[in-house]
């Protein structure tokens, strides 16, 4: 089992900056590929971020040159880096693991982000 816990959510103004973090469980977070997604009111979850266990990334067309996903295997914790935030980024933004090489099969609780205009 492995649990996700998010954190760093809240409300900015248009333009402006958050980071979210998101604390995993296991001994071999290492070798998870990690992802962020998210979802607005009335609409379906999308992808937002992914990075591999190698480090490689990949984004959403909507957040590419704004948003950046990294990650600290040493504290077992994947960040996403939010620059230039529009009214269009409010969601609840969730974390997810993919520990088997496959779909991303664990899941956070999520944490609400609001951009007000």
């Known amino acids: 089992q492995v649990q996700l816990v998010e954190s760093g959510g809240g ?9 979210l973090s998101c604390a995993a469980s296991g001994r071999t977070f290492s070798r998870y590929r990690m992802g962020w997604f998210r979802q607005a009111p009335g609409k379906e979850r999308e992808f937002v971020a992914a990075i591999s266990w190698s480090g490689s990334t990949s984004y959403a ?45 664990y899941w956070g609780q999520g944490t609400q982000v609001t951009v007000s205009s």
């Open 11 to 19: 409300l900015v103004q248009a333009g402006g900056s958050l980071r």
């Open 61 to 105: 067309d909507s957040v590419k040159g704004r948003f950046t996903i990294s990650r600290d295997n040493a504290k077992n914790t994947v960040y996403l880096q939010m620059n230039s935030l529009k009214a269009e980024d409010t969601a609840l933004y969730y974390c997810t693991a993919d520990i088997n090489g496959g779909a991303f099969d």
